[in-house]
């Protein structure tokens, strides 16, 4: 391990919460010191000691067209000259607007925000103002960010740190929200029939982003759907993971399921802090300033992250540029399945598009959060710190997904997976 990396960590817990910004990633859930990159270039990431690794956490999935990118980084150069925040409209504000309803079929109508957990937030209150209704459902293992109303059996780092909720959230706020299991439409079915008239929405990742990776199985978006509509509930999809990564279109375009509202965040900023909120113009038009509920944002729609979300969405929508990516990450994963196999491992992969999963199982699938939890997390821990002294740095939770972004290159996997073949070896010994 790195000795600058933890001199820099000791420093930094003098004056950082546990001397980080995001709890992920102190490594809590796998122990040592967390690594400090000094700079990163497609996908490649570089430590402080100057040691490179291949990089699939790419900023927990913003980076869709890896460090750095020439396009990314003179928009961003080029707009700073000119300054960098207005408190006016920008026409970028609408580029970007326009780029996304091009490739988000059921958006009509888009509000910018400055993080996916903003755009949660102001999801559940339009939701709630428009439908004049308190209750949401949820789903166990899904995260939307650390919103009050809904850090109720939530994932990601409330998994990684086994925190049931959080203290100073009061019961009198995650009361309306229910919860069901992930991929049971009739746990949903259920809190239907015996909330129906006072169920806002539901929200729901339709490919599930924070308990590992875990798609949800088309019949029960399409039932969601479903249930929505006979009950008056909106559909909410948080796609602050999946957008513009399960495909070019989301998961929306995905499954051909289409939510009333979409919460969008990461690759949307492409590395700059934004989220946004669409959906049917019917809807959105409840906003402030056309409608009564409340929302605002003194950096909402910030140039320099409009310019870096426009950047990075612009080569991704390019012919063949999503696909090829997304079939190199089909590649990674064959490649990994093979060498596990190999040495006796047993493992089970998900892709969907440009995100994956590996689990340390030998179960014959996995669908639901409690599945996740029974996964070997000791082997993953092992696994983690092999990879991670071979130079491939992967999240350290077992709760994270993998991200995989159009730099990634015919070195790249041959250096994961020469990797990956040392390290599983050393798993059965
Ligand atoms: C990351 C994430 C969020 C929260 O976004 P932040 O930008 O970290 O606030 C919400 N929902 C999902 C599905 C996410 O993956």
Known sequence: MSNRSE????????HLVGGVNSAVRAFRAVGGTPVFIQRGEGAWVEDVDGKRYVDYVLSYGPLAIG???????????????????????TEKETALAQLVKSLMPSIERIRMVNS???????????????????????????????????????????LTLGIPGSPGVPAAVTETTLTAP?????????????????????????VAGNMNCVPARQDFLEGLRKLCDEHGALLVFDEVM???????????????????????????????????????AEIMDYLAPTGPVYQAGTLSGNPLAMASGIATLTELAKPGVHAAAAAWTERLLAGLKARADAAGVPLLTHQAGTMFG????????????????????????????????????LAPSAFEAGFVSTAHDEAALAHTLDAAERVFASLTV
Do not use: W
């Not at 990314?72 to 960098?84: L, N, P």
């Not at 070997?376 to 002294?389: D, I, S, T």
């Open 67 to 89: 460090h750095a990118h020439p396009a990314v980084v003179a928009a961003i150069a080029e707009t700073a000259a000119s300054g960098t925040s207005f408190g006016a409209p």
């Open 242 to 280: 999946s957008g513009f990564r399960a495909s070019l279109g989301g998961a929306q375009a995905h499954y051909n399921v289409m939510p009333d509202l979409t919460c969008l965040g990461k690759v949307i900023g492409g590395g700059l802090p934004v989220g946004a909120l669409g959906g049917r």
């Open 358 to 393: 590996v689990f340390f199982t030998d179960a014959p699938s996995i669908e639901r959060f409690e599945q996740v939890e029974q996964c070997n997390a000791e082997r993953f821990v092992k696994f983690f710190h092999g990879m991670l002294a071979e130079g491939v740095y």
């Open 116 to 158: 996916g957990t903003e755009a949660c937030m102001s999801a559940v209150r339009l939701a709630r103002g428009y439908t004049g209704r308190d209750r949401v459902i949820k789903f166990r293992g899904n995260y939307h960010g650390h919103v009050d109303a809904l850090l109720v059996e939530a994932g990601s780092g409330v």
């Open 182 to 206: 992930f991929n049971d439409l009739d746990g949903v079915a259920a809190l239907f029939a015996e909330y129906s008239n006072d169920i806002a929405a539901v929200l729901v990742e339709p």
């Open 7 to 14: 001199t820099l960590f000791a420093e930094a817990n003098e």
